[in-house]
């Protein structure tokens, strides 16, 4: 088994809590077995040939064309630097 770091919000948290008092069941444990069933549903309509559903996030449209953008990070770190002394 290895060991892995995972931070949730606390309202998340504050429920995985409660379901491991309910269940009596250590917060890992519900947790694992979590994950194995959106694995196995996963799996399963990858199979079938389902179109598999990942969250997305639209943030709006880009600012700046794509092949300029490390230069802006780089510009912007920069002046940060130069700023402060």
């Given at each position: 088994?290895?060991?892995?770091?995972?931070?949730?919000?606390?309202?998340q948290?504050?429920?995985?809590?409660?379901?491991?008092?309910?269940e009596?069941?250590?917060?890992?444990?519900?947790?694992?077995?979590?994950?194995?069933?959106?694995?196995?549903?996963?799996?399963?309509?990858?199979?079938?040939?389902?179109?598999?559903?990942?969250?997305?996030?639209?943030?709006?449209?880009?600012?700046v064309?794509?092949?300029?953008?490390?230069?802006?990070?780089?510009?912007?770190?920069?002046?940060?630097?130069?700023?402060?002394?």
């Amino acid at each position: 088994m290895q060991k892995l770091q995972i931070l949730f919000p606390e309202p998340q948290m504050s429920r995985l809590r409660a379901a491991s008092k309910r269940e009596d069941r250590p917060i890992s444990d519900i947790v694992r077995r979590a994950t194995d069933a959106w694995l196995d549903k996963l799996s399963e309509d990858y199979e079938k040939g389902q179109e598999i559903d990942v969250p997305t996030f639209h943030g709006g449209r880009t600012l700046v064309a794509p092949e300029n953008l490390r230069d802006l990070i780089y510009e912007e770190h920069l002046q940060h630097k130069l700023s402060r002394g």
